[in-house]
């Protein structure tokens, strides 16, 4: 009998789950632009940044290493407020220090592993972004 392995199987399922996670983020940006959106405002960002990050997913699948440009940070507040943090991706990062990131509702600060980018915060279901948090 001539069955693919289990191992084989999985591998074409998660390539298949990757390539329908491309072909989404592929969808949204085409809908963001054909609605007149800005491809360098703050709501643009995680638009791309899907799209860039289900690229580079895919084509490690393939052998290729493509950095990704950002790193994202989910975490939630003491307070309730969810936040997720987009830092710069530091190939040569090792560890050595950390970022403060206040949190815009209750004031308490945070601590990430790369230099922040942006900030978004949740708001029912739509993340918004604020610069106002990484700013001191």
């Known amino acids: 009998m001539h069955g693919e392995s289990p191992t084989l199987s999985a591998n074409k399922d998660e390539v298949r789950a990757k ?16 609605a007149g959106g ?8 995680p638009v791309g940044l ?4 289900a690229f580079a997913d895919l084509a ?3 052998g290729y290493e493509i950095p990704e ?3 994202q940070f989910k975490f939630t507040c003491e307070c309730g407020m969810q936040l997720q943090v987009h830092g710069q991706h530091q190939a040569s990062f090792r560890g050595s220090g950390s970022y403060p990131i206040t949190c815009p509702n209750c004031g308490k600060e945070h601590h990430v592993l790369t230099k922040p980018v942006r900030l978004f915060l949740r708001e029912g279901t739509v993340w ?3 610069l106002a948090c990484l700013l001191k």
């Open 38 to 45: 800005d491809l360098k405002s703050r709501e643009a960002e």
């Open 19 to 34: 390539l329908e996670r491309l072909e989404v983020a592929r969808q949204k940006a085409e809908a963001f632009v054909a």
């Open 50 to 53: 899907e799209l860039v990050n």
């Open 60 to 62: 490690r699948d393939f």
């Open 69 to 71: 440009p950002v790193v």
């Open 128 to 130: 918004r972004s604020s």
